[in-house]
């Protein structure tokens, strides 16, 4: 592990947008040892998480929750917000790698557009979510939080479906955790995930990660709403959905959800 001290740019020191996706593409990213560390080192575990997108584990109580609605799915309306969550102290988390560096950086990286966030309310508030870094056909995900049950799968459950439809290859989830494993991820040596990452960063996905939300939820209620995204191919997704869903109107895109992962279960 490489450790430095990151450049500083105004008030808040920030890794360089080209540093981050070039060390993404070659299968390292940044951590730190804790919140107020001002220092990064750069990570490439010898063996990799992935989730591949055709093995995600809905189970029967995550697919019924999926169709119940319960939770209110948005991709990048809130993404600071996401982060800090994921950042904040938990009872079996004391202390966070995500320093302020890391989450300035992933902001500003966000704001030009390689970062996407999922975020899960209730009732408006935010109780769930993940963030992670697009390249190409790849999807890093770098942390998730819940604050309500199975708040963290409907998200995940949310990010493996828009990356299905988006033509996504690769979900990269770093370390293997018990809860991970649970939905589906798996180990790999750190060979075979390089030679997967080059296949997957040879060309760009059918869509981006707003607009197959967009897409999505055109086709699950007649309406896209609810995706940051300015660009002129969201806003093609948003039409494209909402006529492609006119006849679809009474299927949840939750639903939509579960019926694709038991479809292929």
Same mark, same amino acid.
């Given at each position: *592990?490489?450790?430095?001290?990151?450049?500083?740019r105004?008030?808040?020191?920030?890794?360089?947008?080209?540093?981050?996706?070039?060390?993404?593409?070659s299968?390292?990213?940044? *951590?730190?040892?804790?919140?107020?560390?001002?220092?990064?080192?750069w990570?490439?575990p010898?063996?990799?998480?992935i989730?591949?997108?055709?093995?995600?584990?809905?189970?029967?109580?995550?697919?019924?929750?999926?169709k119940?609605?319960?939770?209110?799915?948005?991709?990048?309306?809130?993404f600071?917000?996401?982060?800090?969550?994921?950042?904040?102290?938990?009872?079996?988390?004391?202390?966070?790698?995500?320093?302020?560096?890391?989450?300035?950086?992933?902001r500003?990286?966000?704001?030009?557009?390689?970062?996407?966030?999922?975020?899960?309310?209730?009732?408006g508030?935010?109780?769930?979510?993940?963030y992670?870094?697009?390249?190409?056909?790849?999807?890093c995900?770098?942390?998730?939080?819940?604050?309500?049950?199975?708040?963290?799968?409907?998200?995940l459950a949310?990010?493996?479906?828009? *990356?299905?439809?988006?033509?996504?290859?690769?979900?990269?989830?770093?370390?293997?955790?018990?809860?991970?494993?649970?939905?589906?991820?798996?180990?790999?040596?750190?060979?075979?995930?390089?030679?997967?990452?080059?296949?997957?960063c040879a060309e760009?996905?059918?869509?981006?990660?707003?607009?197959a939300?967009?897409?999505?939820?055109?086709d699950g209620a007649?309406?896209?709403?609810?995706?940051?995204?300015?660009?002129?191919g969201?806003?093609?997704?948003r039409?494209?959905?909402?006529?492609?869903?006119?006849d679809?109107?009474?299927?949840?895109?939750?639903?939509?959800?579960?019926?694709?992962?038991?479809?292929?279960?």
């Open positions: *592990m490489l450790k430095l001290l990151a450049m500083a105004s008030d808040v020191s920030i890794i360089a947008p080209e540093m981050l996706l070039l060390a993404y593409r299968g390292v990213f940044p *951590m730190a040892d804790s919140r107020e560390d001002t220092e990064i080192f990570v490439e010898r063996k990799r998480a989730l591949p997108l055709d093995g995600f584990h809905c189970s029967r109580s995550l697919a019924k929750v999926l119940s609605g319960r939770f209110t799915v948005t991709v990048d309306t809130d600071a917000a996401v982060v800090e969550a994921c950042a904040a102290p938990r009872p079996d988390h004391p202390e966070t790698w995500i320093n302020h560096t890391i989450a300035a950086s992933y500003n990286l966000h704001a030009l557009g390689h970062a996407h966030s999922v975020e899960c309310r209730i009732d508030k935010l109780v769930g979510g993940l992670g870094v697009a390249i190409e056909r790849v999807f995900g770098e942390s998730m939080f819940s604050t309500t049950r199975d708040a963290s799968k409907v998200a949310w990010l493996v479906a828009l *990356m299905r439809r988006a033509g996504y290859r690769l979900l990269d989830c770093q370390f293997m955790t018990d809860h991970l494993a649970s939905l589906g991820a798996v180990e790999i040596a750190r060979a075979d995930y390089l030679a997967r990452l080059a296949q997957a760009p996905p059918r869509l981006t990660l707003p607009e939300y967009c897409e999505l939820v055109g007649g309406v896209a709403v609810g995706a940051a995204s300015g660009s002129a969201a806003a093609d997704a039409g494209r959905g909402a006529a492609e869903g006119a679809n109107a009474s299927s949840s895109p939750g639903k939509l959800i579960a019926q694709s992962f038991t479809q292929t279960s």
